[in-house]
């Protein structure tokens, strides 16, 4: 992933499950429903995800209360089966995503060029809070 002076966010989180299980829960829209969200005052209303390269996705995040929404938009560049996926938001900005196995567990490390409107620091924590949100998930479910 090219930097171009651009600012390059990573974060990263350690799942205790499969690999196969864990590339499954991130990328099935009924499960992308359940965990991408980064508070539980938010949600995640509507997951599309065709993934393939060149296919698009589109996941409609919202406030539970109906005070703010977003579409979360992009397409993939590379999609490697339970190891890399890299896209392209909407807004152009570039994200790579590798999943690691280690025995039965999974490293997510997720790195993704900052946007200007928000500090690093909430760019961080929001992202992360997802992550987070996911590990939650995966671990509850399997």
């Known amino acids: 992933m090219e930097s171009n002076s651009k600012t390059i966010i990573s974060i990263q989180e350690i799942i205790n499950a499969p690999i196969e299980l864990v590339w499954k829960y991130w990328t099935t829209p009924n499960d992308i429903i359940q965990w991408n969200n980064a508070s539980d005052d938010w949600r995640t209303s509507r997951a599309d995800n065709d993934l393939r390269v060149a296919g698009k996705f589109l996941y409609r995040m919202e406030a539970k209360d109906g005070s703010a929404g977003f579409d979360f938009a992009g397409e ?52 992360k809070a997802i992550l987070s949100n996911f590990k939650r998930y995966v671990e509850t479910k399997k």
Do not use: C, H, P
């Open 76 to 127: 993939y560049n590379i999609v490697s089966k339970n190891k890399l996926i890299e896209y392209t938001m909407s807004d152009g900005r570039k994200v790579r995503v590798t999943f690691s196995k280690n025995e039965n567990e999974t490293l997510i490390v997720e790195t993704f060029e900052a946007e200007s409107e928000n500090s690093i620091e909430l760019q961080r924590a929001g992202w």
